[in-house]
């Protein structure tokens, strides 16, 4: 049950609230030692403590910020738990009017004290409600001057070619806090996934082998899929500002073209996968189909006669077949050694010309006047005559983006199949899985056809492959 209000004989049971402050604003004393500081103030005053309430980087300004601690200390006023506040500075308590009136209500009904090192004040004298009115008008009038020298002081920065620096982790991958100077080591590390994925390889894939040498992003987390994606598609990359056109203060990690067709070769893949999916662990999950059904294949365990487990297989698990079954390592030595046969075959073909260069720029240009046109086809002000020309221009914008993404996609193809031709039997077994499945899909069509005669053993002629599509296949 809520306590009546205390007065002025009652012992003051007291809440300390602590928040971090912008260094812009002054004093950046830790929350911690604000804790420690209103604890021997509580001591001097002999009031005791109740709780703690800390509000971790939160604004006690913006109208939209919600302080978390901040509405559980009011409650338990509201609620008698406590009558007192300890702060380390007024401006950590309150820097607007509304908190002020807040308190001020909760005086009238609880009968509520506020201490601080500069001194205590009774939330019911007007007397004090006068002082720290004024003084929640000069810390609001101190935000608002700051808000204004940080906008301006982000105007400088634009015309100077500059960002804001900071993210996750106080700084983006491969620069330093401040945003300009380079971290050699780092950006060496995103020259490579940028040429890994021009040789074909996905971003997941990438990811964790990078993750797996040590390296992780400024907040101190592994590499994922989407943050290698995010990362290269950026134009701080290229040396840009966010606006991916004008010329930013640092120095470039990639050059222009190379970063366009980064950009486009991981949309381009994007396409053809529309939704992220786990990491496959087999070299011809998902590729083989079944002779009987033409069904993609899976991994499956067999069961001998004891229902252990004893070998993983690839099964057809189509709903009316399921009748094709093959042992996983034998079928997967044969088909690497297969397109290893190819990839060193001194008379492969060559597999299609790679993307012309301009590709990239012209998608960059593209995509500028896709998200322009979508804009205005999205403004109430357009007429029914003018939207219908902004459709069909994007129409015709979407036509020309599928077209160089398939362009893409061919000189993907091809720089994969250059940067592996010639391989050994014991460099293929150390690639990624990642990339040995993409040679596959390259070179082969994987049929696993119905056992020819019964018994044990791996028989070649129950596997069929054909040339893939489009590829550098050829026949068994």
Same mark, same amino acid.
């Given at each position: ?7 002025? !004989?009652?012992?003051? &049971? ?19 030692? &604000? ?43 509201? =609620? +008698? ?30 009968? %509520?004290?506020?201490? #601080?090192? *500069? ?9 004090? &409600?006068? %002082? ?39 700084? =983006?991958? +491969? ?35 990078? #993750? ?6 400024? =907040? ?19 040396? /840009? ?32 996968? +529309? ?11 998902? %590729?083989? *189909?079944? !002779? ?12 001998? @006669? ?20 093959? #042992? ?18 001194? /008379? ?6 790679? *993307? ?9 240009? /593209?995509? @500028? ?7 205005? =086809? ?31 996609? +061919? ?25 040995? @499945? ?39």
């Amino acid at each position: 049950m809520p306590s009546r209000p205390a007065g002025n !004989g009652d012992p003051v &049971q007291a809440g300390i609230y602590c928040r971090i402050s912008l260094a812009a604003m002054g004093d950046t004393t830790k929350v911690d030692d &604000q804790e420690r500081i209103c604890r021997e103030l509580a001591a001097r005053l002999g009031w005791g403590v109740v709780d703690v309430y800390q509000d971790h980087a939160r604004s006690a300004w913006q109208p939209n910020r919600k302080r978390k601690q901040w509405d559980r200390m009011v409650a338990d006023i509201e =609620a +008698g738990r406590i009558n007192g506040i300890i702060v380390y500075h007024g401006d950590r308590l309150l820097r607007t009017h509304e908190d002020l009136l807040t308190l001020i209500r909760l005086a009238r009904s609880r009968g %509520i004290k506020l201490a #601080s090192p *500069a001194g205590t004040r009774d939330l019911g004298s007007y007397d004090d &409600q006068f %002082i720290l009115e004024i003084e929640a008008s000069m810390a609001k009038r101190e935000s608002a001057n700051t808000s204004r020298r940080r906008k301006a002081q982000y105007d400088r920065w634009r015309t100077e070619g500059r960002v804001r620096p900071g993210g996750r982790g106080g700084r =983006a991958f +491969g620069f330093q806090t401040d945003g300009v100077t380079l971290v050699d080591a780092e950006c060496d590390v995103i020259r490579e996934m940028a040429g890994r994925v021009l040789r074909g390889e996905s971003a997941g894939t990438i990811a964790r082998d990078v #993750s797996a040498r040590g390296f992780r992003t400024p =907040a101190g987390s592994e590499f994922t899929h989407a943050t290698v994606r995010k990362m290269l598609a950026r134009p701080r990359c290229a040396g /840009l500002m966010p606006d991916g056109e004008s010329r930013a203060a640092w120095e470039p990690v990639l050059d222009r073209e190379t970063w366009e067709r980064v950009r486009l070769a991981l949309d381009a893949r994007a396409e053809g996968f +529309g939704h992220a999916t786990n990491a496959r662990r087999w070299l011809l999950s998902g %590729i083989a *189909a079944c !002779g009987l059904c033409s069904s993609p294949m899976s991994i499956s365990p067999s069961k001998g @006669r004891s229902r252990k487990e004893y070998e993983n297989g690839y099964a057809c698990t189509a709903p009316g077949c399921r009748r094709v079954y093959r #042992s996983a390592p034998l079928l997967d030595a044969y088909v690497g050694r297969m397109t290893v046969n190819r990839l060193s075959h001194p /008379l492969a073909p060559e597999a299609e010309a790679p *993307a012309a260069p301009d590709s990239a720029a012209e998608w960059a240009a /593209l995509a @500028r006047e896709q998200a322009e046109t979508q804009r205005l =086809a999205a403004s109430y002000s357009a007429s029914a005559g003018r939207l219908s020309l902004l459709m069909a221009r994007l129409d015709a914008i979407d036509a020309r983006m599928a077209e160089l993404r398939e362009r893409e996609a +061919g000189g993907t193809l091809a720089r994969l199949l250059e940067a592996y031709r010639g391989i050994t039997w014991e460099q293929w077994l150390a690639l990624p899985l990642e990339v040995r @499945r993409a040679l596959v899909s390259a070179h082969f069509r994987v049929t696993v056809l119905p056992a020819s005669r019964r018994g044990p053993g791996f028989r070649t002629e129950d596997v069929r492959l054909e040339p893939a599509s489009g590829g550098a296949g050829g026949s068994r």
